[in-house]
């Protein structure tokens, strides 16, 4: 008698949530032992906000901003072991982690014309993934609510602000005082504020997401967790 062993269904993940929650971390991780994609979508909002601060767009200027949004040729590269972000060509990876970066990103993709750019994106990246059979792990703030509302499954992870601000002050080394903590709270809280009243696709939790609190949990809890939610999709 002869057995096949069938290959996992492909499947496409949305996991969202606001700064800090473990997004990246978990996505990348459980993407890497499941052998699926990655996909980054903050990473592209920054690569995009990096194009305009570069060609001295200000960021506040939304019909300059709208009038650019086609311009730059943004490219994402979605193995989780080494995910890569590239603009017109120039690897972003680094400078889109930068202060001034981080702090034009909100207002930059508040803007429709760059959400309907990205999300654009974003869509034919997962279509691949799921065609090649390897299915694909999306991270951002709208995936499970506007970019893949018919993902296989959905996300959603939280912690609270004083636990995202310790692990973002962790990241950046060096003494962790109650002043710097109280800053890197403020900044989170303020992009999150950003990003959840924004009028277009703002960060959300989709009604059909399963939510996660992260607080309490090792980063390699979530992942283990996340990948026996995503098994079990595979093998429904
Ligand atoms: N469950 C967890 N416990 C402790 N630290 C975590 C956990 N998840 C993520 N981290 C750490 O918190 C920081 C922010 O995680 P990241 O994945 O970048 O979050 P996000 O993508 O949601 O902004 C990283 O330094 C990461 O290693
Ligand atoms: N799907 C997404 C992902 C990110 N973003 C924007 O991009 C910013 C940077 O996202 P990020 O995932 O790199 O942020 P952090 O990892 O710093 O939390 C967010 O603050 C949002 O303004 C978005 O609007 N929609």
């Given at each position: 008698m002869r057995t096949t062993v069938s290959a996992p269904t492909p499947v496409v993940v949305a996991i969202d949530g606001p700064s800090g929650t473990g997004k990246s971390s978990t996505s990348k991780g459980v993407a890497a032992r499941l052998g699926m994609a990655y996909l980054d979508t903050g990473a592209q909002y920054r690569a995009i906000t990096w194009w305009m601060l570069t060609r001295g767009i200000d960021p506040a200027d939304t019909a300059e901003v709208a009038a650019a949004a086609e311009k730059p040729?943004?490219?994402?590269?979605?193995?989780p072991l080494a995910p890569t972000i590239t603009v017109d060509g120039t690897d972003v990876s680094t400078p889109i982690r930068g202060a001034e970066v981080t702090g034009a990103v909100s207002a930059v993709s508040?803007?429709?014309?760059?959400?309907?750019?990205?999300?654009?994106?974003q869509r034919s990246i997962a279509a691949e993934a799921a065609r090649s059979g390897a299915g694909i792990v999306v991270e951002g703030r709208d995936i499970g609510t506007t970019v893949l509302p018919d993902a296989d499954l959905k996300i959603f992870l939280t912690a609270s602000p004083e636990v995202r601000a310790a692990r973002r002050s962790g990241?950046?080394?060096?003494?962790?005082?109650?002043?710097?903590?109280?800053?890197?709270?403020?900044?989170?809280?303020?992009?999150?504020?950003?990003?959840?009243?924004?009028?277009?696709?703002p960060l959300a939790r989709a009604a059909d997401a399963v939510e996660l609190d992260t607080a309490d949990l090792t980063l390699e809890q979530v992942i283990e967790r996340v990948g026996a939610m995503i098994e079990e999709r595979r093998s429904a």
């Open positions: 040729e943004i490219v994402s590269g979605t193995d508040a803007v429709p014309e760059i959400r309907a750019r990205i999300t654009g994106l990241e950046l080394g060096g003494p962790q005082d109650a002043a710097r903590l109280a800053a890197t709270r403020a900044d989170l809280v303020r992009r999150d504020t950003a990003d959840s009243s924004r009028t277009a696709s």
